[in-house]
């Protein structure tokens, strides 16, 4: 079963507009939460992260919400850049003594159009 | 400075071959991830490393995938007599400690058997 669901496999929006990309989980122990960002050819690159503790976290341009109740995230973008266009995975991590796997969501291919 | 490295890029197999693929995480890092990642998915967990130790293999898919890191610093991922399915890019991460989560990634390895 999918632990961590990104449910929109992709996302159109104009350049200096919203991105908002949404993720859903399902175990209840997950208690850090992560974004990457992932252009073609290349690894996931980090891009932001929340603590359960926490609901919002904002970096530039980049800002995680947290809602526990739904055991929902999404991350916005604002203003949404054309540079901004690659796949973006949404990632849970439960800590345990024998470290901290992340388990990730399918992704969510984000096209921004100038 | 250096991230993490993988090599081969892209690595193709004739079913049966034995393959092996390495991974130099960023320096001075403890904990180094393997994951597997099929097409238009997420990354999927196979092994965690703290040092030389191996703490955790619970996503190695058969008895065929075995990973190594002798000296605490470089790995090497092995799978022995590769079949289609194994066919994936192997992305290989690394974290400053066992405490760390942000989990930093390589470019990946892009196994095709045919």
């Known amino acids: 079963d999918q632990q961590v669901k990104q449910n929109s496999p992709s996302l159109s929006v104009q350049e200096g507009r919203i991105s908002i990309l949404n993720c859903d989980y399902t175990?209840?122990?997950?208690?850090?939460f992560l974004w990457y960002k992932k252009y073609p050819a290349e690894g996931p690159t980090f891009l932001i992260s929340?603590?359960?503790?926490?609901d919002k976290n904002e970096d530039g341009r980049f800002t995680v919400f947290l809602n526990k109740s739904a055991k929902h995230l999404s991350l916005h973008i604002v203003p949404s850049q054309p540079g901004d266009s690659a796949v973006y995975f949404c990632?849970?991590?439960?800590?345990?003594?024998?470290?901290?796997?992340?388990?990730f969501g399918g992704g969510t291919r984000l096209m921004v159009k100038p | 400075g250096a991230g993490v490295s993988q090599s081969p890029r892209y690595k193709v197999a004739k079913r049966g071959q034995d393959v092996a693929l390495r991974c130099d995480p960023i320096s001075g890092h403890v904990s180094l991830f393997w994951y597997q990642q099929a097409l238009g998915q997420g990354p999927e967990f196979l092994t965690y490393?703290?040092?030389?130790?191996?703490?955790?293999k619970s996503g190695l898919p058969s008895d065929r995938f075995f990973a190594e890191r002798p000296e605490g610093s470089v790995s090497t991922l092995k799978i022995q007599r590769t079949q289609q399915e194994d066919s994936a890019v192997y992305l290989c991460?690394?974290?400053?400690?066992?405490?760390?989560?942000?989990?930093?990634f390589g470019p990946g390895t892009r196994l095709t058997v045919t």
């Open positions: 929340i603590s359960s503790i926490k």
């Open positions: 990632a849970a991590s439960a800590w345990n003594n024998a470290g901290n796997m992340l388990t």
């Open positions: 175990n209840s122990m997950f208690d850090y």
């Open positions: 991460a690394s974290s400053f400690s066992g405490t760390t989560l942000e989990q930093y």
């Open positions: 490393f703290q040092n030389e130790a191996q703490l955790d």
